[in-house]
């Protein structure tokens, strides 16, 4: 469950607490993923303080070799809902003045799924990889190398020197800084 009804912890003291278990499916990044954990509730002065530890797998594609594989994330949630309506008026309150403040709807149903959203989002590697060793692809041939190895040159000419190479090598030039026998 991602939305809550939260009618009676507005009308309840400032300080009041309430717990409650996540477990819903929360799109994040274009796909459905379950998403399980525990939030805590507290009603403030003016809003309701959602603060949590949520836990998820979500589908990656490994940033070395490009394979997907599934990668657990832990969410930790703080963020603060602002009430829409006054809980015993049914009258309309103004709304912070922070851009992109989260809200509790008319109905005062308390919906988390966008702040996990935003949350996992930001939880999720920048250069996610399947395996800490992964071997990556090869640059020449594009294999796996986690998964077979290729006959391919460890090191490749640069093109603007390959004229220059192919001189040397027809003239069985040595490459490179060797020294000499003889001073």
């Known amino acids: ?40 509730l507290m009603r403030t002065n003016r809003s309701v303080l959602v603060e949590g530890e949520l836990y998820t797998d979500i589908e990656l594609s490994c940033s070395r070799c490009l394979s997907p594989f599934g990668c657990p994330i832990t969410i930790n949630i703080e963020e603060e809902y602002f009430p829409t309506t006054d809980i015993l008026t049914g009258s309309l309150l103004p709304l912070p003045g922070e851009p992109g403040s989260f809200t509790i709807d008319e109905l005062n149903i308390l919906d988390l799924s966008e702040a996990i959203r935003q949350y996992a989002l930001l939880t999720i590697p920048m250069k996610p990889l399947c395996r800490q060793d992964c071997a990556g692809l090869c640059p020449v041939c594009g294999s796996n190398l986690n998964h077979m190895s290729c006959n391919c040159p460890s090191e490749s000419i640069d093109p603007r020197w390959a004229g220059l190479y192919k001189l040397v090598v027809s003239n069985n030039q040595p490459l490179g800084n060797e020294e000499k026998g003889t001073k």
């Open 1 to 40: 469950m991602v939305r809550v009804n939260v009618a009676q912890l507005l009308k309840s003291p400032i300080g009041t607490v309430r717990v409650y278990d996540v477990s819903d499916n929360v799109d994040i990044g274009g796909s459905d993923y379950l998403v399980e954990g525990e939030v805590t």
